[in-house]
C-alpha cells in the first residue's frame, strides 16, 4: 500500500522559511516523479513543483519560481520542499503528490499523479 506522508508545515511570519518533507512508503520511490502542490481555502489545488526521479531537473510554478526548492532523497524514499521569502499568499494546504516515471520526465498537472498524501497546513501572517 502505497502512503505519502507530509510534515514541516506550520505558522510563519512573512519573509520566513519552512521546509515540508514527503515520506514515500510501498513504492520504489527511485522509479517515481514527485510533484508538490497545494490548496487555499475556496481555491482549486495548485501546481507548485516537481522533481524528476533521478532528482536531476525540477520546475516551478511561476509564483514560487526563486523562493522554493523542490529536492529528493531517493535513499531515504523522502522529497522537500524547501520555502523561503514566504508570503500570505502562500498559506494554503501543501500536498505531495507521486507517479511512475519512465524517464527523467516532469509532471505539472493534478491529473498526472495517482498517489497523494493527507497535505499540511502552511500559514504565512504578515
Known amino acids: 500500500q502505497v502512503q505519502l506522508v507530509e510534515s514541516g508545515g506550520g505558522l510563519v511570519q512573512a519573509g520566513g522559511s519552512l521546509r515540508l518533507s514527503c515520506a514515500a512508503s510501498?513504492?520504489?520511490?527511485?522509479?517515481?516523479?514527485m510533484g508538490w502542490f497545494r490548496q487555499a481555502p475556496g481555491k482549486g489545488r495548485e501546481f507548485v513543483g516537481s522533481i524528476t526521479r533521478s532528482g536531476s531537473t525540477t520546475n516551478y510554478a511561476d509564483s514560487v519560481k526563486g523562493r522554493f526548492t523542490i529536492s529528493r532523497d531517493n535513499a531515504q524514499s523522502t522529497a522537500f520542499l524547501q520555502m523561503n521569502s514566504l508570503k500570505p499568499e502562500d498559506t494554503a494546504v501543501y500536498y505531495c503528490a507521486a507517479r511512475r516515471s519512465y524517464g527523467n520526465i516532469l509532471y505539472g498537472t493534478v491529473a498526472d499523479y495517482n498517489y497523494w498524501g493527507q497535505g499540511t497546513q502552511v500559514t504565512v501572517s504578515s
Open positions: 510501498g513504492l520504489a520511490f527511485s522509479n517515481y516523479a
